[in-house]
């Protein structure tokens, strides 16, 4: 991967009052600076520095305590450099501002290995060496929620004043009533580059999902999906209600997921998931047993936090059981309906609160560990899934943590320091959470993930 060159966008972008300067965490947290539009020009050139260790902190924003990024090193800077996007516009704030994602490295060029963007990359690069092409989408469920009292509720619509509690599932009269919102969250989206397709309303209470469209570069999915998550949180504030992507805001109601849909390319071009067949080559086969075998080791990617445990039940329309089927929704992996040449992969499992880069880097690589090891899956199912006696995925935040962990699949998808310091992270943050009352929990997680 390139970093970004200088491409006077700040000379030709005069309105521009400030700059922020951010990378992302663990926790898919924005860390960074403020810089002032007179000191920014040698930001493309020079980047910036930050600790290594502020990539690592808890979900409060506390440094984790035994990290060996903190008091072993003398907590040393890393290199910030800009990712490949350069400044991107910020709508949501009052004032002009850009914001210019960027990724750490050492001062000797080497990326650094705690750094979630470059686990991803590091995976892309074997793809790479085997002409091979992730094909990648996202689909971003959230809420819109007016935490203004004790009791979350849904906002009242714009247009009308009224609110609407019932799920009113693919219904225009629920995306009507927010009108204004997306229509300037489209033209958000329009102006930072990050391909949103279509909306449609889901089946919680002031739920909507957005895809994000298809695209051959997966590390660009991964910055869209992030930076979409600042965007629509920032977006809706501005309205005056917050945009949650929290797993279960609701205990009565969906939970939001952040399903994945992938293809792979080989160097002509061809999906390597087509045969012609109506069920795919054994090449999808080998990648579908890859994500079956890691599923369990990367729940804790699947599923980072207190709160995401509580969408992962049985019928609640989140897979809990490993198996796979043809377009079937109650599977964890599903393939979805689609011509041939279209065949792709629906990854199921993983929650809103996910952070895009880890999660990719888990799904793509627990793919191509699977192409690799040419596995074979178990058949695909038929009917409903819940019904069935099936292998499980950890269903408890500290289960997920212990199987992360322990299970060698982690090793084989992540960097060992990145994995050393997310099990760091997630202790602290399991042993701290125990503290919170359900209410301080909500307003913990509601628009921070």
């Not at 895009?356 to 899934?385: F, H, K, M, R, V």
Request: proline fraction near 8%; charged fraction near 20%; glycine fraction near 6%.
């Amino acid at each position: 991967m390139t970093d970004a060159a200088p491409d006077g966008w700040l000379h030709a972008n005069p309105q521009i009052h400030s700059v922020r300067v951010a990378a992302c965490d663990l926790n898919a947290q924005a860390r960074g600076k403020r810089i002032p539009r007179r000191f920014a020009h040698k930001l493309e050139t020079d980047g910036t520095r930050f600790p290594f260790s502020i990539m690592n902190l808890d979900i409060w924003g506390e440094d984790i305590e035994d990290s060996p990024l903190v008091f072993d090193t003398g907590d040393v800077d890393g290199l910030l450099r800009p990712t490949e996007r350069g400044f991107v516009p910020m709508p949501w704030l009052e004032t002009p501002s850009a914001l210019l994602p960027v990724w750490m490295y050492h001062d000797d060029g080497r990326p650094f290995a705690g750094d979630p963007r470059h686990a991803l990359a590091a995976v892309l690069a074997r793809y790479a060496k085997r002409g091979l092409t992730p094909v990648v989408a996202t689909e971003m469920e959230f809420y819109l929620i007016d935490d203004s009292a004790r009791q979350l509720r849904v906002p009242p619509s714009p247009r009308s004043g009224k609110r609407r509690l019932g799920a009113e599932t693919l219904s225009m009269r629920a995306l009507d009533a927010f009108d204004i919102f997306f229509t300037q969250l489209y033209d958000a989206c329009e102006a930072m580059d990050i391909p949103a397709n279509t909306a449609i309303s889901e089946a919680g209470i002031g739920q909507f999902e957005i895809d994000l469209a298809h695209q051959p570069d997966a590390l660009k999915a991964a910055d869209d999906a992030w930076l979409f998550k600042l965007l629509i949180q920032g977006q809706a504030r501005k309205h005056g209600f917050a945009a949650s992507f929290m797993a279960k805001p609701y205990p009565d109601y969906a939970g939001n997921g952040m399903h994945v849909h992938f293809s792979v390319l080989d160097a002509r071009g061809r999906n390597v998931f087509d045969d012609g067949s109506a069920t795919g080559s054994p090449v999808l086969h080998h990648a579908v047993a890859g994500l079956l075998g890691a599923a369990p080791a990367s729940t804790l990617i699947f599923a980072p936090h207190q709160n995401s445990y509580d969408r992962l039940v049985p019928g609640a329309h989140a897979p809990t059981g490993l198996c796979w089927a043809y377009e079937n929704r109650t599977t964890a992996i599903r393939i979805p309906a689609s011509p041939p040449a279209a065949r792709r992969i629906e990854h199921r499992i993983s929650g809103g609160d996910a952070n895009p880069y880890l999660l990719l880097a888990s799904i793509l690589g627990a793919a191509l560990c699977g192409i690799e090891d040419a596995a074979p899956p178990p058949d695909p199912i038929t009917g409903n899934a819940y019904a069935l006696d099936l292998p499980r995925i950890p269903t408890d935040w500290s289960a997920a943590i212990d199987r992360f962990e322990a299970d060698a699949w982690t090793h084989r998808l992540l960097p060992r320091p990145l994995t050393r310091n997310m099990v760091l992270t997630k202790r602290q943050e399991l042993r701290d959470i125990e503290e919170l009352s359900p209410a301080e929990r909500v307003d913990l997680y509601l628009d921070t993930v």
